[in-house]
């Protein structure tokens, strides 16, 4: 990338491959030097890529283009087919996320021009057809869009989605319709989950006046519950708002403002420091 910040990373399920996301695009890395280089995901115009995941069908990418749109991308170099289309639109989609199937899309906006716009898409990939939910929460008054934004979505083993951001943790259940709040307060959340659904960690915490740093920062395990089953101390407390769980839900990766990356089990012990940004 030559036009940062880095807005988000994706493994893919074998590990094998990380997708990465910033203001001059989508770019595919293979983490085996023998498998080739990097190359850049094509949509057919200029984008910002603000969020992206791999199907769980391995062939395919979904990549979220603020203003432009959110992509299926064939991973074999077909045509991008767009899923929901932003042109026009003042909302800026960020975060995406496939359910178990494959065949459905769940989309958010990270802000919106209006209450309107600030809405969950879930989008069904073999028939075209959505279903929108608002997602302000209770009590928010209108046009607060940071309060319930939507930064991290996350599909739970039993099918309901997990959304995170500004104001904490919701869950959403795709048989009622509800928006319940889990960790539902004033601090900032980010999550990850494993390829499963089953095992999710939250990163929560007071963000800073640049949004690059968590002040008294909490790494969290939640249950398909919503409850917290264990808290890990182990990472510092100089944390940004940022983590990734690779897909076997074994390993965790964090980061700190002095540029410190922490890999270590999620089982305990102290992780391994990847020294290197200045």
């Known amino acids: 990338h030559v036009e940062g910040p880095i807005l988000d990373l994706a493994f893919s399920l074998d590990s094998e491959t990380l997708v990465s996301c910033a203001r001059d695009g989508a770019r595919l890395w293979p983490l085996d030097a023998a498998r080739g280089s990097a ?3 094509a949509l057919g115009e200029d984008f910002y890529c603000y969020g992206t ?15 432009v749109g959110v992509f299926l ?19 800026a989609p960020m975060p995406v996320a496939f359910d178990a199937s ?6 958010a906006p990270m802000y919106a021009g209006s209450d309107e ?7 069904d990939l073999r028939s075209g057809s959505r279903r929108v939910f608002p997602l302000r929460a209770p009590g928010v008054a209108p046009g607060d869009g940071y ?14 989605l997990v959304i995170a951001g500004g104001n904490g943790i919701r869950r959403w259940d795709p048989r009622t319709g509800a928006i319940e709040p889990v960790l539902w307060g004033s601090r900032f959340a980010a999550i990850d989950a494993d390829h499963t659904g089953t095992i999710l960690v939250a990163l929560v915490g007071t963000l800073s006046a640049s949004r690059l ?16 089953t264990r808290r890990i101390t ?24 002095n540029g410190v990356v922490r890999v270590g089990r999620l089982s305990g012990g102290e992780p391994h420091l990847l020294l290197g940004h200045s």
């Not at 064939?74 to 932003?86: S, T």
């Not at 716009?117 to 989008?123: D, P, S, T």
């Open 213 to 228: 740093r968590l002040f008294d920062p909490e790494l969290l395990v939640l249950d398909n519950a919503g409850q917290v």
């Open 73 to 91: 991308v064939p991973l074999d170099g077909g045509a991008p087919r767009r899923v929901a289309d932003y042109r026009g639109n003042r909302s």
């Open 39 to 41: 190359r850049r995901i």
């Open 53 to 67: 995941r791999f199907a769980p069908d391995g062939r395919h990418l979904a990549v979220s283009a603020p203003y």
């Open 102 to 107: 494959g065949q459905t899309l769940a989309v």
């Open 147 to 160: 309060a319930w934004s939507a930064q991290y979505l996350e599909y739970q083993a039993d099918g309901r």
């Open 117 to 123: 716009e600030m809405a969950l898409q879930v989008i």
């Open 234 to 257: 182990s990472h510092g407390h100089a944390l940004t708002p940022t983590l990734a769980l690779d897909p076997s839900g074994e390993v965790l990766v964090t980061g700190d403002a």
